[in-house]
């Protein structure tokens, strides 16, 4: 527990938490301090003698009638009271600063993941883990926070128990020691139930996303009862973990309450009918105990609270971990590569996780700078994982990309991506602007730039409309069909002035006079940057100077190549 909270709070935020445990102990201090004061205060009255600190007062000079102890009796509760403020606020900071820390955390550690560790994660469970698994370990520090704040004040109220009756003090230690190891199993099952809440998290991520991204396929295969049932059974496990750990909670308070009354009962008895002591000065020792008892109680509950709360700790940590450790290298210091004369890859194998071929299977060939290119081949022959190894996604497991005759190291094939710009089937638009869209590639550009790229990717609809370029589109906003939003994505890569455009069936969406269009304007791009093109089509084949086939990765045809590595 402590190695987990270690973890959590980490060197960023020690001197947040050391102030937060220095308002703990200064509350502790004032709490414990408050119910002493309670015996000179019944000495002033007559009642007793003045216990440890009417002895401490006595011997410095100051005696302590009914008006001072009364005075200061306020001014102690005002104080904690403050403190207590102070206290809630750096522990709501804290708990704030953590959670921030570790949610950017993770979404650095997502973005700069490889591609292909990415591509095998599970999307639900990532944004499950990034929304509710990191909010509820918030919840946990703040348990956390409140359970060591009830240990220091119950030590601190331990320390004023001693001072004014010893036995009953230990006796009543002993107690809140017994009833806390009593719920080792409550805790137990409390990690369970939030192991099981996790589960459920997970499944109303995956229901509500992927029902959400389909939405056109769930209507048009009637599958809404379907759906809507996937998505409620994450939320009836959800509910009823929530009511299964409530009942834990509500049933502990219960046994602790009816238990700390029975033993505080005894304890009573015990003094007054054994140890001799009346009930005057009794009085002071259940004033303490009716204030421990309580913390014992928040204590447990904090307690068992955290313990519910650490397994979505536990997943956050694992996500940070696999996509930490999934780390691309850093982007060198030096240029990127400048494709000027050719780009190749040998002898390239890419193997996926859990796949029984390899989707490349050491691929070669070579591509002139400037020429247009081809890549054809049936479904899951590996063409887009081939552009990927092109466009510097992917890492080869073994062979080389190499750019005008130099191995590109990890660093470097990273950088590459500078220099490449990719168009994919179904690309995903920004809810935004046009104009925001379109800089997203290129942040300098300017409006001749935006208008010749528009005109060469065929989109002059958009300097048609009445807003132009400043129209908002994506979810929620102006909606365009696949193939204005496959043109719209072909403008945005072509105002990068790529070195390598890369297109991965981007003209699937488009008829065939937009296509011919495309087609024009492709081959205005000879000469000035190298495109390959995954297609399967006639008009873009046709246009082509060099047509790679795949079948199950392999290369099985290389037609026009102005060379080979091998
Ligand atoms: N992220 C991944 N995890 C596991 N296997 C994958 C992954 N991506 C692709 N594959 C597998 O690798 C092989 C090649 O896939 P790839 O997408 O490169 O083929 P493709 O020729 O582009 O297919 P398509 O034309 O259908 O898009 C396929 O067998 C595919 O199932």
């Not at 062979?399 to 950088?415: E, K, T, V, Y």
């Amino acid at each position: 527990m402590l190695q987990s909270l270690n973890r959590l709070i980490g060197p960023a935020h020690r001197t947040g938490a050391a102030w937060l445990l220095v308002l703990m102990v200064a509350s502790a201090l004032t709490e414990s301090l408050g119910v002493m004061l309670l015996v000179p205060l019944l000495a002033s009255l007559g009642a007793a003698d003045g216990g440890l600190l009417g002895s401490r007062l006595a011997a410095w000079g100051v005696g302590l009638t009914l008006g001072p102890a009364l005075a200061a009796f306020v001014l102690l509760v005002l104080l904690r009271a403050v403190i207590n403020q102070a206290r809630n606020a750096a522990g709501l900071r804290l708990e704030l600063a953590v959670i921030n820390a570790l949610r950017q955390r993770a979404w650095r550690a997502l973005l700069n993941a490889d591609w292909r560790s990415l591509a095998q994660m599970r999307r639900s469970d990532s944004a499950s883990v990034l929304i509710s698994h990191i909010d509820r370990s918030g919840f946990g520090i703040n348990q956390a926070a409140a359970g060591l704040a009830a240990l220091i004040t119950l030590a601190g109220l331990g320390i004023a128990g001693l001072a004014i009756a010893p036995f009953v003090t230990i006796g009543g230690g002993l107690g809140g020691l017994l009833v806390l190891w009593a719920y080792a199993g409550t805790r137990r099952r409390a990690a369970q139930l939030g192991e099981a809440m996790g589960r459920a998290y997970r499944t109303i991520h995956a229901g509500l996303g992927e029902t959400l991204d389909a939405l056109r396929t769930v209507k048009s295969l009637q599958g809404e009862a379907r759906a809507e049932a996937g998505a409620f059974a994450g939320f009836a496990d959800l509910t009823r973990t929530r009511i299964a750990y409530q009942r834990d909670l509500g049933r502990g308070q219960i046994a602790l309450q009816g238990g700390g009354a029975a033993v505080l009962a005894v304890l009573v008895w015990l003094a007054v009918a054994r140890w001799g002591l009346n009930g005057v000065q009794i009085l002071p020792v259940v004033a303490l105990f009716a204030r421990a008892l309580p913390l014992v109680g928040s204590l447990q509950e904090a307690w068992q609270n955290y313990a519910h709360s650490r397994p979505a700790i536990d997943a956050a940590y694992a996500l940070i971990d696999l996509a930490e450790a999934a780390r691309e290298a850093e982007l060198p210091k030096t240029p990127p590569p400048y494709l000027r004369q050719a780009i190749a890859l040998d002898a390239v194998t890419v193997r996926y996780a859990q796949a029984d071929a390899p989707a490349l299977d050491t691929a070669s060939f070579s591509i002139t700078a400037g020429s247009l290119v081809a890549v054809t081949g049936a479904s899951g022959a590996g063409k887009s994982t081939l552009a990927d190894v092109l466009g510097g996604l992917i890492n080869p497991d073994t062979g080389d990309l190499i750019i005008d005759g130099i191995p590109l190291d990890p660093a470097q094939r990273r950088a590459w991506r500078s220099q490449v710009a990719y168009v994919q089937q179904d690309p995903a638009v920004l809810s935004d602007t046009v104009r925001a869209n379109l800089l997203w590639a290129a942040p300098d550009a300017d409006m001749a730039r935006i208008e010749a790229a528009l005109r060469d990717a065929a989109c002059q609809f958009v300097l048609d409309w009445p807003g132009g370029i400043d129209t908002r589109i994506g979810d929620g906003e102006r909606t365009l069909s696949g193939g204005e939003r496959q043109r719209l994505m072909l403008a945005r890569a072509l105002l990068r002035r790529p070195g390598l455009l890369i297109l991965d069936e981007a003209t699937s969406a488009l008829d065939s006079h937009n296509e011919a269009l495309i087609a024009k304007a492709l081959t205005g791009l000879k000469g000035r940057m190298t495109v390959v093109m995954i297609c399967h089509r006639g008009a873009l084949l046709a246009l082509a100077d060099q047509t790679i086939s795949l079948d199950r990765g392999r290369i099985v045809d290389d037609s026009g190549s102005a060379g080979r590595t091998e």
